[in-house]
C-alpha cells in the first residue's frame, strides 16, 4: 500500500517559488508515476503534471512553463517546484501515484494548503 | 486539450437515485474513474475503470460508459452520499490526466 505524505512552507510570497516534497513509503519510487493535483479553495481538481524516476515528465500546458516535478530515488521522495507564483496559485495540494496511464487514483495523501500572500 | 463536463449541481431525494454524466469527446473509447470528496476530505475513489467498485465502497455505487456521457450512479441515495463527485480519464494523445468539472449531489 503506498503512502505518501506532503511536507513544505505554507505560505509563499508572490512571484517566489512554491517547494513542496512528498515522501513516499510501502513501494519503490521506480515504480509509478508521482503526480501532483491541485485544488484551488471552493473549485474543481486540477492535475499539475507528473515524473517518473527515470526523469521522464509531462505537464498541464497551462503551467509548463512555470512547473517541475522531480524524483529524487536516494530520498524516496518527489518534489513540486512551481515558479513565479501570485495568488491564483492558491490551493490545497496533493500527491498522488499512478500505476499507468490509464489507472486511477487509488489514494490520496491528506494534501497541504498552500497560501500565496505578501 | 482534453475537457470533461459535468453539471454543477445535482439534487436527489433519499432513497432516490442520483445520475451524474461526465462527456467529453469520445468518452467511450477512454477508462472513466470517479472520486467522492467531501468537505475538507482528500478525494476517494469510488469507480475505475468505468464500472469497478473498489473495496470498501457500496454496491449502491455504479458506473456505466457506453458512450457519451460516462455516468454515475447512486442507488438508494444516503444523506451521507452528499459530495463533490468527479469524474477522471487519462487522455493518450496528450499523456495528461483530466478532471472533470466537478458535480455538487444535495440530498434533498
Known amino acids: 500500500q503506498v503512502q505518501l505524505q506532503v511536507s513544505g512552507p505554507g505560505l509563499v510570497k508572490p512571484s517566489e517559488t512554491l517547494s513542496l516534497t512528498c515522501a513516499v513509503s510501502?513501494?519503490?519510487?521506480?515504480?509509478?508515476?508521482w503526480n501532483w493535483i491541485r485544488q484551488p479553495p471552493g473549485k474543481g481538481l486540477e492535475w499539475i503534471g507528473y515524473s517518473y524516476y527515470s526523469g521522464y515528465a509531462k505537464y498541464k500546458p497551462s503551467l509548463k512553463s512555470r512547473v517541475t516535478i522531480s524524483v529524487d530515488t536516494s530520498k524516496n521522495h518527489f518534489v513540486l517546484k512551481l515558479r513565479s507564483v501570485t495568488a491564483a496559485d492558491t490551493a490545497m495540494y496533493y500527491c498522488?501515484?499512478?500505476?499507468?496511464?490509464?489507472?486511477?487514483?487509488?489514494?490520496w495523501g491528506q494534501g497541504t494548503l498552500v497560501t500565496v500572500s505578501s | 486539450s482534453y475537457v470533461l463536463t459535468q453539471p454543477p449541481s445535482v439534487s436527489v431525494a433519499p432513497g432516490q437515485t442520483a445520475r451524474i454524466p461526465c462527456e467529453g469527446n469520445n468518452i467511450g473509447s477512454k477508462n472513466v474513474h470517479w472520486y467522492q470528496q467531501k468537505p475538507g476530505q482528500a478525494p476517494i475513489l469510488v469507480i475505475r475503470y468505468d464500472r469497478d467498485r473498489p473495496s470498501g465502497i457500496p454496491e449502491r455505487f455504479s458506473g456505466s460508459n457506453s458512450g457519451n456521457p460516462a455516468t454515475l450512479t447512486i442507488s438508494r441515495v444516503e444523506v451521507g452520499d452528499e459530495a463533490d463527485y468527479y469524474c477522471?480519464?487519462?487522455?493518450?494523445?496528450?499523456?495528461?490526466?483530466?478532471f472533470g468539472t466537478g458535480t455538487q449531489v444535495t440530498v434533498l
Open positions: 510501502g513501494v519503490s519510487i521506480d515504480t509509478y508515476s
Open positions: 498522488v501515484s499512478i500505476k499507468e496511464g490509464r489507472s486511477s487514483i487509488e489514494s
Open positions: 477522471q480519464v487519462w487522455d493518450r494523445d496528450s499523456d495528461n490526466y483530466v
